[in-house]
């Protein structure tokens, strides 16, 4: 049984398939702990209304999807956003922003997985950020795919 910080690229790939799915897929074993932070449910809306606005979906499949990952969410262990770790996505962002071009978002992203591992470290950082890929591996996790 693995432990595995999922960021938002990462999960949408578990629930539709698109590239990088099946690589994503090949990592998860039922039996994993899927860990994610709260934003996660934000960006995961976020990412399928955007396909619906590019047409590649249309919205139902994108509410169908959002509701299939509602009834999941009980079964990832969420790390709710605190002050500690906003601050330490600051620190991220002046660490990373110019030279890999990290974001806010994935920012806060790798600052939740380092506080969740901080207690129980993780077995895989799963990403298909490549930006996040690199900022994650330089702060010392194992990334997949």
Known sequence: MARHFVDTSALVKLYRVETLSAQVQA???????????????????????????QQII????????????????????????????????????????VSEGLRPADAIQLAAAMEASSSVPFDTFLTTDSILKSCALASGFVVKP
């Open 27 to 53: 990592v998860v074993q039922s039996t994993d702990t899927l860990v994610i932070s709260a934003l996660t449910t934000l960006e995961f809306q976020s990412a399928f209304f955007s396909l619906v606005r």
């Open 58 to 97: 249309d919205q139902s499949h994108a509410i169908q999807r959002i509701h299939f990952f509602q009834a999941d969410l009980s079964s990832f262990e969420i790390v709710l956003l605190t002050p500690s770790i906003l601050a330490s996505a600051e620190r991220l962002l002046s660490r990373f922003a």
